[in-house]
């Protein structure tokens, strides 16, 4: 491995502030990783990385070659980006992160066509309901639904995602069928939330306009697809985009609760960071991406 690349593993490592992860996104082992560490302190004869078994930092004169070793790094990656969109022939890795039940049905299957197309780009996909730091984590595309608030950022739009409230037959049974918002808040609604989340709450659409509803439920999870698994059995109200649901609400395995005032729908497109505006390849992904799924919905 060469001293650039053994520079990138350095940058990874501490953006992500493990051996183990930055290897990791870098295809490496944790022994691989460490070494290149090590052959980078053995070159400038000076320890990098302050190890704990709790945490991982950068010493004094780690944290100057971190600085500099990342603008080193921002700026071969922008040059290989203009050479390419000279070159006409997308080349490179594409650091890719989606929501865990939008990523599996709807943008892991376009992984593999898009790389059949482009053979000389690679694709990297992380699945995760949890919120990253995009520009820290070094992600060239994030798909979102919701409302981005970071300005860093350049969002696309793809289109409108409508979601539901849904519940299985045998708890609306049990429970009774709400019939306008307030009902809700004596059922069990089933909650996305992670830690540190702030106050949960839903936003319905009524003929009055946008209401939000504080919600409360006895258990919650950081994962969509648990909280459909819970509904399925009965637990209680999931409110989830109406395309991982549309399937069960078919086979009657779960009914959609409150229609005339169903959650307000989420924007779905993708963010890029502003570095990545004139990179042929995170471009082409992102076009080909949004041409896919707005046909999916």
Not at 90 to 93: A, H, I, K, N, S
Not at 226 to 229: D, E, N, P, R
């Given at each position: 491995m060469s001293?650039?690349?053994?520079?990138?593993?350095?940058?990874?490592?501490v953006e992500l502030g493990s051996i183990t992860a930055g290897g990791r996104d870098l295809r490496l082992s944790p022994a691989g990783a460490s070494n290149r560490i090590k052959d980078l302190?053995?070159?400038?004869?000076?320890?990098l990385l302050n190890r704990t078994t709790r945490k991982l930092t950068t010493t004094e004169i780690g944290q100057v070659l971190y600085d500099n070793a990342r603008k080193v790094i921002?700026?071969?990656?922008?040059?290989?980006?203009?050479?390419?969109?000279?070159?006409g022939t997308?080349?490179?890795?594409i650091r890719v992160v989606a929501p865990l039940g939008l990523g599996?049905?709807?943008v892991a299957p376009l992984v593999p066509r898009f790389v059949a197309e482009n053979p000389e780009v690679e694709v990297r996909l992380r699945l995760s309901d949890r919120s990253v730091n995009i520009v820290e984590d070094g992600i060239d595309v994030a798909f979102f639904l919701g409302q981005p608030e970071d300005s860093a950022l350049i969002w696309r739009k793809i289109t409108d995602c409508p979601r539901v409230l849904v519940a299985a037959p045998e708890y609306l049974a049990a429970r009774g069928t709400p019939q306008v918002p307030d009902d809700l808040k004596a059922h069990n609604c089933l909650l996305l939330r992670f830690p540190r989340s702030p106050e949960y709450y839903w936003v319905l659409q009524t003929p009055e306009g946008r209401r939000k509803m504080m919600v409360a439920g006895r258990f919650d999870a950081d994962d969509g697809d648990?909280?459909?698994?819970w509904a399925l059995e009965g637990a209680g109200i999931a409110n989830r985009p109406r395309y991982e649901v549309e399937e069960h609400i078919q086979a009657g395995r779960l009914v959609e609760v409150l229609p005339e005032t169903p959650p307000l729908a989420a924007q779905f497109g993708v963010l890029t960071p502003h570095r990545q505006l004139q990179d042929p390849k995170v471009r082409l992904f992102t076009d080909f991406a949004a041409r896919e799924l707005k046909a999916r919905f």
């Open positions: 001293y650039l690349d053994s520079l990138r593993v350095f940058v990874r490592v302190e053995s070159r400038f004869g000076v320890r921002a700026a071969l990656e922008e040059a290989e980006a203009v050479i390419a969109s000279y070159s997308p080349q490179g890795v599996r049905r709807l648990v909280l459909i698994g």
